[in-house]
Each structure stands twice: as structure tokens, then as C-alpha cells.
């Protein structure tokens, strides 16, 4: 079944420091997408990344980048040189490909990052 | 500007009555989502529709219903039947493409009185 699991409630990380949020998954279909969102206070919910499960590098948008290990099934998160404006709730999201035809996209339960000044 | 809207912002009503969110996308994009999210959890899928006149269940969607009548409209009613309707409701689209991510309206925050 398609899962996603997000193991850490919240994290601290000092200003200018990397931090790295986990993210795991199951599904059985062999292609699939992996994205980040992160909301803030506001409840808006804002793209950061994507990784395509055939994609061979890792995906790399500014500050963000997403560790790919598709043998443990992870998706992490490594956000580099922090600011105080990424205090925020990330989520992990996956869809499927063939087996709900690259429509059906589900939520971990999400990580609150606290940065540090 | 494309987009995403959601009416109203905030919503009350009392114990046992129906009520119907918006959700209303520029974007023509094929796909559309609702999504409840409570307070300090992760999104958990309602309903979502690949294309006009079809729907199929999320992971919670007891209680819940939509329509897809047209390609830019995706209503969301909560009905009685829902035993803890307060939430802050999130309505999303896409392409219809793996790699498309979603966009999201601003959200409804419904409470039940």
C-alpha cells in the first residue's frame, strides 16, 4: 500500500546550519514522484522540490535538495545555511504512477522545523 | 493570475447540518484534490478527481462528498455524517503528469458548534 512516513515531530537547528528531514515511503508501483512542501504559520502550502523515481541524480533547487536512496526507500530533505523564515511544517508527498494512473498524491504527517537565531 | 480559490475563509456551523466548500481553480488543470488537515498532523486525502464526472475516495472520505461538473469546479460538502468535521480543509491541482506539483488554494477553516 502507498505510505508515507515522516519520523520526527519537530526539529531545532541553528541559523546558517544544515539540517536534514527524513522522509521514508512503501508503494509497489515502480514509478512514482516525491515532493516537499512546506507551510508556514499562514497555512499556505508551497512547492520546494520534486524527485522522480527514474530520475539518477538527486533533485537540487537552491538551498534545497532532496537525498535519494531508492534501495531504503528515503526521500530526505537537506536544507542548507538555514534562515529564520524556514521555520515552518515540511511534508513529504508521493503519487503513483501507474497503478492510480499518476494522480493519487498522499501526505506524511509532517516535520516542525524551529530555527534558531 | 492563475490560481487557486477557496470560499469562505472561515466557516461555522452547527452539529448536524450539511455544508458545501469551494473550491474553484484557473489553472485548467486537469486534476483536483481535497485534503483535511487538524491541527499540528499531515493532510489526509478526502476525494480527488482525475477529470470532469469522475471522483474516486481518498484515504477518509466517510462522510464527505463532491462533484466535478466542470473542469475548474470541485465541490466539497460535509455532510452529518462526518463525526468530527472541524478541520482546515485544503483544495489542490494539478496536471495530470507525475511530476506536476500540486497547487493549493489558501484553505477553509470550518468549525462544528
Known amino acids: 500500500a502507498q505510505k508515507i512516513t515522516q519520523t520526527q515531530p519537530g526539529m531545532f537547528v541553528q541559523e546558517k546550519e544544515a539540517v536534514t528531514l527524513d522522509c521514508t515511503y512503501d508503494?509497489?508501483?515502480?514509478?512514482?514522484?516525491l515532493f516537499w512542501y512546506k507551510q508556514p504559520s499562514s497555512g499556505e502550502m508551497i512547492f520546494l522540490i520534486y524527485?522522480?523515481?527514474?530520475?539518477?541524480q538527486n533533485a537540487t533547487e537552491g538551498r534545497y535538495s532532496l537525498n535519494f536512496q531508492k534501495a531504503r526507500k528515503s526521500a530526505n530533505l537537506v536544507i542548507s545555511a538555514s534562515q529564520l523564515g524556514d521555520s515552518a511544517m515540511y511534508f513529504c508527498?508521493?503519487?503513483?504512477?501507474?497503478?492510480?494512473?499518476?494522480?493519487?498524491?498522499?501526505f506524511g504527517a509532517g516535520t516542525r522545523l524551529f530555527v534558531k537565531a | 493570475d492563475g490560481g487557486i480559490t477557496q470560499s469562505p475563509k472561515y466557516l461555522f456551523r452547527k452539529e448536524g447540518q450539511n455544508v458545501t466548500l469551494s473550491c474553484e481553480q484557473n489553472?485548467?488543470?486537469?486534476?483536483m484534490y481535497w485534503y483535511r488537515q487538524d491541527p499540528g498532523q499531515g493532510l489526509r486525502l478526502i476525494y480527488y478527481?482525475?477529470?470532469?464526472?469522475?471522483?474516486q475516495k481518498g484515504d477518509i472520505a466517510e462522510g464527505y462528498s463532491v462533484s466535478r461538473e466542470k473542469k475548474e469546479s470541485f465541490p466539497l460538502t460535509v455532510t452529518s455524517a462526518q463525526k468530527n468535521p472541524t478541520a482546515f480543509y485544503l483544495c489542490?491541482?494539478?496536471?495530470?503528469?507525475?511530476?506536476?506539483?500540486?497547487?493549493f488554494g489558501p484553505g477553509t477553516r470550518l468549525t462544528v458548534l
Open positions: 478527481s482525475q477529470i470532469v464526472n469522475d471522483f
Open positions: 508503494t509497489s508501483d515502480p514509478s512514482y514522484g
Open positions: 508527498a508521493m503519487r503513483e504512477g501507474r497503478r492510480t494512473g499518476g494522480f493519487k498524491t498522499i
Open positions: 524527485q522522480g523515481s527514474y530520475d539518477q
Open positions: 489542490a491541482s494539478n496536471q495530470g503528469v507525475i511530476g506536476n506539483e500540486q497547487f
Open positions: 489553472l485548467n488543470h486537469d486534476a
